[in-house]
């Protein structure tokens, strides 16, 4: 599970950084690597949909191992 937790995490902050650079400069990191609605664009796409899914439902277990 921690090793799941922790390819999630990447995969959220690849995306929360993704969609920052978008809202702030207009520019799609993930599009300019991969290629403008490239398969592989989508792929990284769905994986960090499904990462962020993954984490809101770890959620309440990672906050209860942290402790809050």
Known sequence: MKIAA????????????NWGLVGAANFDLVATIFGAGSILAKVV?????????????MAPKLLKAAGS
């Open 6 to 17: 922790v390819i999630a995490l990447v995969l959220v902050i690849v995306g929360a950084l």
């Open 45 to 57: 796409y769905v994986l960090v949909g499904l990462a962020g899914v993954a984490l809101a439902v």
